[in-house]
């Protein structure tokens, strides 16, 4: 019967330990998302957005740059209609 505890508690630990393996991740993923690396243009409006810029969303590996939240909301809802 103790046998058994001791394999419940290590699986346990090993679904502690993988899950705090994941949640590090995700905030790495985000932090790629955070700067815009050189000048663009916001999809949505056509104005120019500079390097530097915070309001970004990284979408198939590029990075795209907005002059405000709304034209960032209004390309999450529907990224494919405003990239080519
Ligand atoms: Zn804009």
Not at 44 to 62: P, S
Not at 72 to 77: D, G, N, P, W
């Amino acid at each position: 019967m103790k046998k058994a505890v001791l394999i419940l508690a290590l699986g346990l630990a090993f679904l502690q330990a993988f899950s705090a393996n994941e949640q590090t991740e995700i905030k790495q993923q985000k932090a790629a998302v955070d700067t815009l690396k050189k000048d663009g243009i916001d999809p949505i409006c056509k104005m120019k957005v500079k390097a530097g810029n915070t309001k970004t969303i990284v979408f198939e590996k590029v990075t795209y740059g907005f002059c405000s939240e709304s034209c960032k909301k209004t390309f999450t809802a529907n990224p494919k209609k405003y990239i080519k």
